[in-house]
Nanobody
Framework: QVQLVESGGGLVQAGDSLRLSCAAS????????MAWFRQAPGKKREFVAA????????YYGDSVKGRLTISRDNAKTTVYLQMNSLKPEDTAVYYC???????????????????WGQGTQVTVSS
């Protein structure tokens, strides 16, 4: 059974950095796509970043390009989201998600991900 467990969220000030972690287990992640989404209060869930486990190609949402970096550690089957220059508008619950199967095109929509973590809260004060 696939399990995704996020950690690393918290309360920080604008301009600070945070690193989120997503510990993955129970699946063959060498063929997976992993992603981070976020959901702010009253808003739809938003794509943040994604990575192909094999090869490590990355994809980013327009609002986070240049500030957030997704990466993975093969040995630990863990995906990270390094967040720099945080802004109050980055405040949200951040979710890790996994997609298994042939990657003809990179899944960037939440509907394409079946496995989800419980989420971790990130709050950025001004």
């Amino acid at each position: 059974q696939v399990q995704l467990v996020e950690s690393g969220g918290g309360l920080v000030q604008a301009g600070d950095s945070l690193r989120l972690s997503c510990a993955a287990s129970g699946g063959t992640f060498s063929s997976a796509a992993m992603a981070w989404f976020r959901q702010a209060p009253g808003k739809k869930r938003e794509f943040v970043a994604a990575i192909r486990w094999s090869g490590g190609r990355t994809y980013y949402g327009d609002s986070v390009k240049g500030r957030l970096t997704i990466s993975r550690d093969n040995a630990k089957t863990t995906v990270y989201l390094q967040m720099n220059s945080l802004k109050p508008e980055d405040t949200a619950v951040y979710y890790c998600a996994a997609h298994f199967g042939p990657l003809i095109s990179m899944p960037l929509s939440e509907n394409e991900y079946i496995y989800w973590g419980q989420g971790t809260q990130v709050t950025v004060s001004s």
